[in-house]
């Protein structure tokens, strides 16, 4: 078999530490780099090594990947001191999995490959469980033969990878996703809260469902949890917003209309506004319930 090559990974967040972890033991030598050190220590003890800047990262590893919050962080860790960006020379490999903007992604990747660097970004799709188990779905676009060597460490990661075509295609892939996760949480949400004020059991909406054309994983996975006020992130809030905000700017400058998504965003906005950005998206159920 051929020798793995040396995969970095900057973010250790819920989804890069996942992802990382998952590198680690299927034998990948990883290092790890993260803003804050402390996120570092599990993977450190897992057999990861840890690096002081993101810049080392990439000039010690074959390929590295990322993924932070949103587009503030993607260009922070690309275009800030001792970043991505500083570690590259021609023929080095980036591969950010952060859900972000089709103008974020376009200018990271354009500061890349004038660089002399390779890009191919790659959002996902499924959270923390999925992250864990492997089981993500990977949208990735920009240099296809990038993505074909680096395929084995994506199927470390994920259950499917698409290969969607130019740089951008892959945010607005996530965008649509997410997008329409969102809208669906909002609506259980109003769901929940309108039948048991009417009245209602919510553990019977949630079997009502269970049974319709409606069931989806995501609300057998969250209605229970949102019943019994669990909203421990795997997805946090504040991402979830992010992202239909990101969507609505979609909206915005192709002319489509969208007032699902518009709400969906102004009820995402109140929840985070009440204090609920680190918890699960879920949560925007707790403010919809008043
Ligand atoms: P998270 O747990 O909140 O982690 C965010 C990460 O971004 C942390 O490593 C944080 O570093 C880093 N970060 C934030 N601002 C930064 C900055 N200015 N400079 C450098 N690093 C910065 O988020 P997550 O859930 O892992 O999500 C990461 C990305 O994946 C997001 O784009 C999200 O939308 C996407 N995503 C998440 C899920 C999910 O279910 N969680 C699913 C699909 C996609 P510190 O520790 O120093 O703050």
Same mark, same amino acid.
């Given at each position: 078999? /051929?020798k793995k +090559?040396s995969v970095?990974?900057?973010g250790? %967040?819920?989804?890069g530490?996942a992802?990382?972890g !998952?590198?680690? /033991? @299927?034998?990948?030598p990883v290092?790890v ?7 570092c220590?599990?993977?450190?003890? &897992?057999?990861?090594k *840890?690096s002081e800047t993101?810049?080392?990262v ?5 390929v ?6 949103? +587009?503030?962080?993607? !260009?922070a860790?690309?275009?800030?001191e001792?970043? *991505?960006?500083?570690g #590259?020379?021609?023929?080095k ?8 903007d ?8 354009e500061? #890349?490959?004038?660089?002399?660097g390779r890009?191919?970004?790659?959002p ?5 469980g +999925?992250?864990?188990?492997g089981q993500l *779905?990977?949208l990735a676009? %920009?240099?296809? @033969?990038?993505?074909k060597?680096v395929?084995?460490c994506l199927?470390?990661?994920?259950? !499917?990878?698409f290969?969607?075509g130019?740089v951008?295609c892959?945010?607005r892939?996530k965008l649509v ?5 969102g809208i669906n949480m *909002?609506a259980?949400?109003e ?8 009245g209602?059991q919510?553990k019977d909406?949630?079997e009502? #469902?269970k049974e319709?054309a409606i069931?989806s ?6 209605g229970p &949890?949102?019943?019994?006020? /669990?909203?421990a +992130?795997n997805?946090?809030l504040?991402?979830q917003?992010? /992202?239909v905000?990101?969507?609505?700017d979609? %909206?915005d ?5 969208m007032?699902?998504?518009?709400a969906?965003?102004e009820?995402? &906005?109140?929840a !985070?506004?009440?204090? &609920?950005g680190?918890?699960?998206?879920s949560a925007?159920?707790a403010?919809v319930n008043?």
């Amino acid at each position: 078999m /051929d020798k793995k +090559p040396s995969v970095g990974y900057l973010g250790m %967040g819920i989804m890069g530490s996942a992802m990382a972890g !998952r590198l680690v /033991d @299927a034998g990948y030598p990883v290092t790890v780099w993260n803003r804050s050190r402390d996120k570092c220590a599990p993977l450190e003890a &897992k057999g990861a090594k *840890v690096s002081e800047t993101a810049q080392e990262v990439v000039e010690t590893c074959d390929v590295t990947f990322a993924c932070t919050s949103d +587009p503030t962080s993607a !260009r922070a860790v690309v275009f800030g001191e001792k970043g *991505v960006l500083a570690g #590259i020379t021609k023929g080095k490999r980036f591969v950010d999995m952060s859900t972000v903007d089709e103008e974020c992604v376009k200018e990271i990747a354009e500061a #890349i490959t004038a660089k002399g660097g390779r890009f191919v970004e790659a959002p996902v799709s499924g959270s923390k469980g +999925p992250a864990l188990q492997g089981q993500l *779905v990977i949208l990735a676009a %920009g240099e296809e @033969a990038l993505q074909k060597e680096v395929q084995p460490c994506l199927d470390v990661l994920g259950k !499917r990878t698409f290969f969607l075509g130019e740089v951008g295609c892959g945010a607005r892939m996530k965008l649509v996703i997410n997008m329409v996760m969102g809208i669906n949480m *909002v609506a259980l949400s109003e769901g929940l809260a309108v039948g048991q004020k009417a009245g209602l059991q919510g553990k019977d909406i949630l079997e009502v #469902i269970k049974e319709g054309a409606i069931a989806s994983p995501m609300y057998g996975l969250k209605g229970p &949890k949102m019943l019994d006020g /669990d909203f421990a +992130p795997n997805f946090p809030l504040k991402h979830q917003q992010k /992202d239909v905000r990101l969507a609505v700017d979609l %909206g915005d400058k192709v002319g489509q209309s969208m007032p699902l998504a518009a709400a969906a965003n102004e009820a995402f &906005k109140a929840a !985070r506004a009440a204090g &609920k950005g680190d918890e699960d998206f879920s949560a925007v159920y707790a403010t919809v319930n008043r």
